[in-house]
């Protein structure tokens, strides 16, 4: 696997409360994604990075926040979490884009009760 | 912009048997085609892609067909063992997009 890890992996938290996902990446790639994957909705893309502060909505960004202050680092934050936010959340680097090979991270599964 | 849609959502075949997963999609300017497997509670890995230039391409047991008229491509599995059992993903994107993914096939391969 490529080196991507992503913290935590699990996390119950209560509706209206702050949570932020880190993935973190040892590859040195200009491209990092967060996604959101759901029955039957395969993977959606939440918002994504192709550089150090430069990021980018997806299509599904509502509710969500990304930063990226170092290459190795991309931050997801629920601002103020709900129950529709509850989701496996995959971050994934790519060395470009459109033709590149995304690798993925091992996934944190999100709860909000 | 781009919509990708797969079917079917669950295929089940006997070990042995042939599997056959298709894809459409709806951006005549998509240009790379690759295919994910994802084994239960695991992430997503790349098995194989295809570009326009190519109609088909083979590695090993899988194969990926392309028609760029019909704006379809399709994933075939020959010779199924169990640990071809997971679920894959398609996905669909042009130079300087993003991937777009389908919907997902949980494949089960019975002994």
């Known amino acids: 696997d490529a080196g991507i890890t992503q913290s935590p992996r699990h996390k119950v938290t209560e509706t209206g409360t702050p949570v932020t996902l880190r993935c973190h990446q040892t590859?040195?790639?200009?491209?990092m994604y967060w996604y959101r994957q759901d029955p039957g909705h395969g993977l959606r893309l939440i918002h994504y990075s192709y550089g150090v502060k430069d990021t980018d909505k997806g299509e599904v960004s509502d509710g969500y926040s990304v930063s990226r202050s170092k290459t190795e680092d991309f931050l997801l934050t629920l601002e103020s979490a709900t129950s529709s936010q509850t989701s496996v959340y995959f971050c994934?680097?790519?060395?470009?884009?459109?033709?590149?090979?995304?690798?993925f991270g091992p996934g944190t599964r999100l709860t909000v009760l | 912009g781009e919509n990708v849609e797969q079917h079917p959502s669950t295929l089940s075949v006997q070990e042995g048997d042939s599997a056959v997963i298709k894809c459409t999609y709806s951006?005549?300017?998509?240009?790379?085609f690759p295919w994910y497997k994802q084994e239960l509670g695991k992430r997503p890995q790349l098995i194989i892609d295809?570009?326009?230039?190519?109609g088909e391409k083979k590695d090993q047991r899988i194969a990926v067909t392309l028609n760029k008229t019909a704006k379809h491509f399709s994933l075939h599995i020959t010779e199924t063992q169990p640990e071809d059992s997971a679920v894959y993903f398609c996905?669909?994107?042009?130079?300087?997009?993003?991937?777009?993914f389908g919907g997902g096939t949980r494949l089960m391969v019975k002994p």
């Open positions: 951006d005549s300017a998509s240009n790379y």
């Open positions: 996905a669909a994107s042009n130079a300087g997009n993003m991937l777009t």
């Open positions: 295809i570009r326009s230039n190519v």
């Open positions: 590859e040195n790639h200009r491209y």
């Open positions: 994934a680097i790519s060395e470009s884009t459109g033709g590149a090979e995304q690798f």
